[in-house]
């Protein structure tokens, strides 16, 4: 129930529009544009770049994630439940709805808005969100965290294990100076770059106080991004806790966490001046792990991290019991976790399945963030979920994948450093009781068992993308979601609960928002392209795609302005549940289960350093739909488990989208 209520772990897919009439701001803009950056005379080589203006510049005066009105959270609810129920299971669901809006609803509506105006410095969804994933027993693996592989390098010789990581690791540390110096730029969304992603306006915008910053920008059409996650990247793990996980940050620490086989090392990457050690040095250390001949950790700590969080936190307490504290605290404190597999990948299915879960040895799932590199030079990011919704996580990604191919630190010449790398580097070796050796074992047993359950498998439509879509007046993201409809309908013939992840980083502690895809318009397109073939004219058909695609972008507005309905009914069933207060049949009705049980978890990412990203389905009989509709072609990747087809799921995928481009281009369906 909890990994569906939060559903799509990608959540990056639209930012916020605050303009309703002119502004409707789509995802695969957090970030990924082209930058202006603006920087002062002199910048260090420390830095990626000095921005001008401060990076928490904008962060006083963002404006607040609203509460949406009580009456129109239940009539976006009932709109969502409409396909996905009969006429009876309906007008059952109504009359509760309207029975919670004027009873127990409008009681704790209010009470949630009092509290909300006495918490001004944060939003209504922050607290209770950041409760849900921490509360969460569940594996964080499979789960919760998603991946994102990175493209390639452009030229090739920089793709070698030992070069590429390096550089990363060089990027890395410029990041986080470049942060914590508050010189990164500021995360906007550029509406009308000519006139507010320029030196001037940012010379002047500087000036304006914080507190009247946002308005400054806003009268440009540009749209500053809340960055309150970014601290949590560096320096961070989820801790884990009988009932409910901490997460813990430690500013002060200057070393990597390096794993290999199982086997974990630590090395400082920054001195004690603050400044990067040597790129020549970081090289030699990396090259001393890559060639150590200690074999794969008999007993590998790692595996813990994938385990049940209760189990977990009981194994961690032996572990410190045993005499492990210093060490664990070593861990925890890491800058962040590069993993160093020594296997290569045959394609991308490979690569999605060792970026989401590996064989769970070489990797410490509850780091914040793990870098990880196969031996044939492919990199990606997992990323724990609690602490952040991916948008601070995207930016890190497109600032390492630009600095490491544009400036990379070390080439394919360098030689590394001739420094004692047997001293600097550590291995660090735990205390292992019999008890947890045999928790270890267990953990692995489970971790196999999970993963040996779920199936990827990728799609790429090379007949048409963005540029077709556009000039025929659809929404791409639209006509994509449709398209997992029509392949839904298609093979299992019914409209089920789908969930579409859209960020809601435009406000003060935005977290995400929930676009519901299955429509009553998507309903009756589905059933006219599916099970009425011929009954329909090319231009009635193209006339209901018209339809799907303006009110989906409806959808995608108001989610991304905070007027969805998920959040706000979360929010208020949370507030009856930390009072002790019995819930409402709203909650007990099982068409409110339904809607949650997201069979269809979806999440959108286009941008010139992701290759591809992914995640589990979030619910056994579900399939996690990763995708991207680029220029010319669309791409998806997904996962299923054993009660779904997913190899038959894209095929109808596909055959969706031939059937919509050919009706685009006027012709009858075959």
């Known amino acids: 129930m909890l990994a569906s209520a939060m559903a799509a772990p990608l959540p990056m897919h639209c930012v916020a529009s605050l303009r309703t009439s002119r502004v409707h701001l789509r995802t695969a803009a957090l970030g990924l544009n082209p930058r202006h950056y603006s920087s002062k005379k002199g910048a260090s080589p420390e830095y990626l770049h000095q921005s001008v203006v401060p990076s928490m510049h904008y962060q006083k005066s963002l404006p607040r994630l609203p509460v949406p009105k009580l009456e129109d959270t239940v009539r976006r609810y009932l709109a969502a439940q409409r396909p996905l129920l009969d006429e009876d299971q309906f ?8 029975d919670f809006q004027h009873g127990v609803g409008k009681l704790l509506h209010e009470e949630l808005v009092a509290q909300d105006k006495n918490n001004k410095h944060t939003s209504y969804i922050s607290a209770p969100w950041f409760d849900m994933y921490l509360s969460a027993r569940d594996s964080v693996v499979l789960n919760f965290n998603p991946f994102m592989s990175f493209n390639p390098d452009p030229k090739a010789e920089y793709n070698d294990q030992l070069v590429r990581a390096t550089n990363v690791v060089c990027s890395a540390v410029r990041f986080m100076k470049t942060l914590r110096a508050g010189v990164l730029e500021p995360e906007v969304f550029h509406l009308n770059p000519a006139k507010s992603d320029t030196d001037g306006f940012k010379r002047f915008i500087r000036w304006v106080p914080s507190s009247l910053s946002w308005y400054g920008a806003y009268m440009v059409n540009a749209y500053p991004l809340d960055m309150s996650q970014y601290f949590r990247l560096f320096n961070s793990t989820r801790i884990p806790k009988k009932g409910k996980d901490e997460l813990f940050t430690d500013e002060k620490a200057r070393h990597l966490l390096v794993m290999r086989k199982g086997n974990m090392y630590v090395f400082d990457i920054v001195d004690r001046d603050g400044n990067l050690i040597r790129p020549a040095e970081i090289q030699s250390h990396l090259k001393h792990i890559l060639c150590d001949p200690t074999p794969a950790a008999a007993f590998p700590l790692g595996v813990l991290t994938s385990e049940n969080r209760d189990v977990w936190a009981g194994l961690r307490d032996q572990l410190i019991a045993a005499g492990n504290a210093g060490d664990l605290q070593i861990v925890d404190s890491a800058l962040f976790c590069l993993s160093l597999d020594d296997e290569s990948m045959r394609d991308h299915i490979h690569i999605s399945h060792n970026m989401l879960h590996g064989d769970g040895c070489n990797r410490w799932f509850d780091k914040s963030f793990t870098v990880i590199l196969t031996k044939d030079g492919q990199a990606a990011i997992n990323f724990e979920h609690s602490w952040g919704d991916g948008v601070a996580v995207l930016r890190f990604q497109n600032e390492i994948f630009k600095d490491t191919t544009e400036h990379p630190l070390v080439n394919p010449a360098s030689t590394a450093a001739a420094v004692d790398s047997a001293s600097a580097v550590r291995r660090l070796q735990f205390n292992l009781d019999s008890e947890l050796e045999k928790g270890i074992k267990k953990a692995k047993e489970n971790f196999d068992s999970s993963v040996s359950k779920l199936t990827i498998d990728a799609l790429e439509f090379k007949k ?10 659809l929404s791409p993201d639209a006509v994509a979601q449709l398209a997992f409809q029509m392949g839904f309908l298609r093979q299992y013939g019914q409209t089920v609960a789908t969930y579409e992840s859209c960020s809601t980083a435009a406000f003060r502690h935005g977290r995400t928002e929930t676009i519901r895809p299955a429509t009553t318009h998507t309903q009756r397109c589905a059933q006219a392209f599916v099970s009425q073939r011929g009954q329909h004219s090319v231009e009635q058909l193209q006339g209901m795609l018209s339809e799907c695609s303006k009110y989906h972008g409806q959808l995608t507005k108001e989610a991304a302005m905070g007027q969805g309905f998920d959040r706000h009914l979360f929010a208020l069933r949370y507030l009856a549940n930390s009072k002790r207060e019995p819930l409402h049949s709203l909650y007990t009705d099982p068409a409110y289960a339904a809607i ?10 286009t941008s010139p350093a992701v ?40 095929r109808c995928v596909h055959k969706s989208l031939e059937d919509i481009f050919t009706v685009l281009e006027g012709k009858p369906l075959g």
């Open 596 to 605: 949650n049980h997201n069979i269809l978890s979806t999440s959108t990412l």
């Open 91 to 98: 007008r059952t669901t109504e009359k509760m709805a309207q």
């Open 611 to 650: 290759s591809l990203g992914g995640f589990a389905p979030v619910v056994p009989d579900g399939f996690g739909v990763g995708y991207g509709v680029h220029d010319d072609w669309i791409g998806c990747n997904v996962s299923s488990y054993p009660a779904r087809n997913v190899h038959e799921f894209l």
């Open 464 to 473: 048409g993308g963005k540029a077709q879509l556009k000039k025929s007046k």
